[in-house]
């Protein structure tokens, strides 16, 4: 039997065993995923642990998505170019890091909401390892415009592509919202337990917009619930969590599980419908 896992800190609340090892179950892979709760400063130890352990590969969660790049034997360029690793796989004994959270949201994005990115105009709300990750891959995806607003001025700076993108505070951004096909939030903002939070204000929002936000506790965030009682299309974050793992799931395996499985496994599990 193979062995796959999870390092992050905390673990015990994540989603990825019972999504995973059904989808090796239903497949028929003869493979187990396990969560490991992974100290920071035994990161080192953990990664050299697993490859004695000849572990075939594993998903990397917060706090180690940066640190543990130093402990990779290679890193696929997206992986760099993020700055950042959520997946890795043993390939003949060499740890080689992936980054599968950006492909995740976009193809999540384009799937679930059955939509072509060329030509739209998007704005992402935040500049953190999220909205890096979303970033680089929109660009991938000949789109028009990929704006980034963000509370803390000049974050967004360090990465944005002047020709594709502009910066702005979340104010300037709040008044533009009309401009945009599509807007995502990637913050934090909302999440569960300060619900009651919302990362930008709504007021502006044109009807028919696609509202994604990569957050999927709360299913429904304050701010989804807003965008969509003003008539836009929204879309939560299980689907960039499936996405991501099934990438991962691909690299593991060479198989692209099924997603909406995958989907109605972690769905069943945090109790609601999908928006
Ligand atoms: P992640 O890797 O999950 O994206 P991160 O790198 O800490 O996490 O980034 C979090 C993002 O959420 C940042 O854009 C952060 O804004 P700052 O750059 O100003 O810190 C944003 N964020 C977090 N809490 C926020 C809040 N209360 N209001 C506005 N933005 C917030």
Same mark, same amino acid.
């Given at each position: 039997m193979k062995l796959f896992a999870l390092i992050g800190c905390p673990v015990h609340h994540s989603l990825s065993p019972l999504m995973h090892n059904d989808a090796f179950q239903s497949l028929r892979i003869d493979a187990h995923y396990h969560a490991f709760h992974v100290e920071p400063h035994l990161l080192k130890e953990a990664v050299q642990g697993l490859k004695a352990l000849q572990c075939a590969g594993f998903n990397v969660t917060i706090p180690h998505k940066t640190a543990v790049m130093a402990y990779m034997d290679e890193l696929d360029e997206t992986a760099k170019q993020m700055g950042a690793v959520n997946t890795v796989v043993n390939e003949n004994g060499k740890w080689i890091g992936y980054n599968t959270d950006g492909e995740g949201f976009v193809r999540a994005l384009c799937e679930q909401m059955n939509i072509e990115l060329s030509g739209a105009r998007i704005l992402l709300v935040g500049a953190g390892g999220a909205a890096r990750g979303i970033y680089f891959t929109l660009l991938k995806h000949r789109v028009s415009a990929v704006d980034v607003c963000n509370?803390? %001025? /000049? &974050? %967004? !700076?360090?990465?944005? %592509?002047? @020709?594709?993108s502009s910066v702005y505070s979340l104010e300037e951004a709040e008044e533009r919202l009309g401009e945009y096909d599509i807007i995502i939030n990637t913050t934090s903002v909302g999440m569960y337990p300060h619900v009651d939070a919302m990362p930008i204000s709504l007021q502006t929002l044109k009807k028919g917009t696609?509202?994604?936000d990569i957050?999927?506790?709360?299913?429904?965030? &304050?701010?989804? @619930? !807003?965008? &969509? !009682? &003003? /008539?836009?299309r929204v879309q939560n974050g299980v689907g960039m969590f499936v996405y991501q793992g099934a990438l991962a799931f691909e690299k593991?395996? /060479?198989i692209f599980p099924d997603t909406k499985r995958m989907e109605q496994v972690v769905m069943q599990q945090l109790g609601g419908k999908t928006c």
């Open positions: 509370r803390t %001025a /000049g &974050k %967004a !700076e360090t990465f944005i %592509a002047k @020709q594709t696609i509202v994604s957050i999927y506790n709360p299913l429904m965030t &304050k701010w989804l @619930q !807003e965008a &969509k !009682e &003003k /008539g836009a593991w395996t /060479g």
